[in-house]
């Protein structure tokens, strides 16, 4: 058993084979493994007795569940209102642009993942990019595409 099915086999016993738990135990998954693996989500369907099909149905409808690896940077967008508001989505398109992968997907040299994230507390400081859990305020293009050029 390789360390990743350790490691969801120890999730699985802390949760009753209750169909209720698949959210918080995908959350879990994902907390541990950083994303769910078509192995992992295997052995959650199995351990709540529902098909695959269902659990990756239900995954992929909630934006937070990721299904690649993460990148050697993760870099999260606020998406919230004040964020928004304050321009954003040019800054996701530059990150897209620079790093060539959209939100949810892993670069190909697996440097970068991004993920659009909903607000994270930090409004006064919008927009805000979150890298390796460092928070960058007051974003614009040109300190984003900097910002991803000092971590190639
Ligand atoms: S809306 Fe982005 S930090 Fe609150």
Do not use: W
Request: aromatic share 6%; net charge negative.
């Amino acid at each position: 058993m390789s360390v990743e099915q350790h490691e969801v086999q120890d999730i699985l016993t802390q949760y009753d084979q209750d169909r209720d738990n698949l959210i918080p135990l995908l959350q879990d998954v994902q907390e541990r493994l950083h994303y769910l693996s078509p192995q992992a989500l295997s052995a959650v369907a199995e351990h709540l007795q529902l098909s695959e099909n269902d659990v990756f149905g239900v995954a992929t409808f909630y934006a937070q569940f990721r299904f690649t690896p993460p990148g050697l940077h993760h870099i999260k967008v606020c998406e919230g209102t004040a964020c928004h508001v304050r321009g954003s989505s040019r800054i996701l398109d530059t990150i897209t642009r620079t790093t060539g992968i959209e939100p949810g997907q892993t670069s190909e040299d697996g440097l970068f993942s991004l993920e659009r994230v909903a607000c994270f507390g930090s409004c006064a400081l919008a927009p805000v990019v979150v890298v390796d859990d460092k928070v960058y305020g007051r974003m614009t293009s040109a300190k984003t595409q900097r910002l991803i050029e000092e971590k190639k």
